[in-house]
């Protein structure tokens, strides 16, 4: 997905200039941050997207760890049922 921001290359160009960079290394410079810098910049959509991939495998970790647990806790209610059987039956 390409980002969409504003990155006004004119007023960049001015500036450098301004500070006495020549012109020409001033826009070769705007064009590179342009093409390169800002080409792996998030867009909403990119983070919307991983929001979702994030809820999908957050949930799925809530069910495998619920499963886990209601698994200890019936292995843990029967050792005690055991025990108190033994107990009992002493």
Known sequence: MT???AFDTL?????????GMAT???EALAEALSAHAFAE????????ELRA???TDMKALENRL???????IGATLALGVAILGTLISS
């Open 24 to 26: 020409g290394q001033a």
């Open 3 to 5: 980002a969409q921001f």
């Open 41 to 48: 910049v998030a867009t909403k959509a990119d983070l919307r």
């Open 53 to 55: 991939e994030l809820k």
């Open 66 to 72: 619920t499963l886990r647990l209601g698994g200890m």
């Open 11 to 19: 007023a960049f160009v001015k500036r450098l200039t301004g500070a």
